[in-house]
């Protein structure tokens, strides 16, 4: 099978810094001095990572630990039957490491992955970055948010409605960067599928997903027919609304 994708993380108009990173088959942001990066690919092989991750800590750590999470990832891309139970041990340990080594100055990244390998994908997230596939012109959200809002609408105290606009809906129950003692850390699994040719698949940061709602990502989707226009215009929407936050995503689609 053959996938191309697009990848690109912005600063945003507020942010000095971007804190976000991003992993494409083995691309990603090396230099986390660059606030600006866009990556294209297109390959044909067995199997693919892509993920998207929001770094946390400011002065410098936030771009840190993302940097680890998608630096560990590069160490797991080119085999086969990927474990994200693995992964995510390994990535969690070496940022408590750097907290350490930092006095305990802490830093984090959330994690969103979408591994496909012979036609089957799977999608994993820790924290609020989010996945999305856009099939037959319908996004379906394959992620779940870890945030104290969305373990308040699973136990039916709030709608989404009213969670898209609560104080505290960006505040996580889970990311990169916990040591064990506080707490195991454990991303959210889908259920593997297969892929069908066409399927469009979105990872993002909560920059893009604050800034759009899935209507608006909806539309930009099913209205364009190149993913680097979907890409631009993403980035376009998100800026144009306010770009309050680093904004990072993948887009892909199944060729």
């Known amino acids: 099978m053959n996938v191309e994708s697009i990848a690109v993380t912005h600063e945003g108009r507020v942010r000095e810094n971007n804190e976000d990173n991003y992993f494409v088959c ?76 930092n006095n305990g100055t802490r830093m984090g990244t959330t994690l969103a ?67 064990p003692e506080e707490m195991i850390v454990k991303p959210f699994e889908s259920d593997e599928f297969e892929t069908q040719k066409n399927d469009v698949f979105l990872l993002c940061s909560d920059g893009i997903t604050d800034m759009l709602s899935d209507d608006e990502i909806t539309n930009i989707i099913s209205e364009r027919k190149t993913l680097k226009r979907i890409a631009e215009l993403l980035l376009i929407k998100a800026l144009d609304k306010g770009g309050y936050d680093n904004l990072t995503f993948v887009l892909l689609r199944i060729c």
């Open 26 to 101: 083995g691309a990603y942001k090396a230099d986390t001095s660059l606030n600006r990066l866009k990556t294209e690919h297109s390959e044909l092989r067995n199997n693919y990572i892509y993920a998207v991750c929001d770094g946390m800590g400011g002065e410098e750590h936030g771009e840190k630990a993302s940097l680890i999470a998608v630096e560990t990832l590069n160490e797991y891309w080119n085999g086969q039957n990927f474990s994200i139970a693995e992964y995510v041990q390994n990535a969690n340990g070496k940022i408590c490491n750097e907290i350490e080594k």
């Open 113 to 179: 992955v979408l591994y496909i390998e012979d036609k089957k994908a799977c999608a994993y997230n820790i924290g609020d970055s989010r996945i999305y596939i856009f099939r037959n012109k319908k996004l379906t959200k394959l992620s779940r948010d870890h945030t104290q809002t969305e373990r308040l609408v699973r136990m039916n105290i709030l709608t989404p409605e009213a969670a898209e606009k609560h104080p505290e809906r960006h505040r996580l129950t889970q990311n990169l960067g916990i040591f």
